[in-house]
């Protein structure tokens, strides 16, 4: 059974950190770009960050210097490491394998 499964969100004062996770099974997932998109109340989904199966990462301007994303083959596992937390990163978060597997998203609110 494909899937992702989120977890790592929650509440946090602006300046703090939270890591997220995405535990990816029933798929390699290194073969595949992995990436992280966020949905506010009452805005459309958006990128925040990606990585593809050599390594190489992206991110929106929004998070650049703030959040980092990486992803541990051995456990099959993504994150996404994020500091110096905004009010304006208030959002669902999602994990994403090559654009077509989602997983059900984890809250973040600060």
């Known amino acids: 059974h494909v899937q992702l499964v989120e977890s790592g969100g929650g509440s946090v004062q602006a300046g703090g950190s939270l890591r997220l996770s995405c535990a990816a099974s029933g798929f390699t997932s290194n073969r595949y770009r992995m990436g992280w998109f966020r949905q506010a109340p009452g805005k459309e989904r958006e990128g925040v960050a990606g990585i593809d199966s050599n390594g190489r990462t992206r991110y929106a301007d929004s998070v650049k210097g703030r959040f980092t994303i990486s992803q541990d083959n051995a456990k099959s596992t993504l994150y996404l490491q994020m500091n110096n937390l905004k009010t304006e990163d208030t959002a669902r978060y999602y994990c994403?394998?090559?654009?077509?597997?989602w997983g059900q998203g984890t809250q973040v609110t600060v």
């Open positions: 994403v394998a090559a654009l077509q597997i």
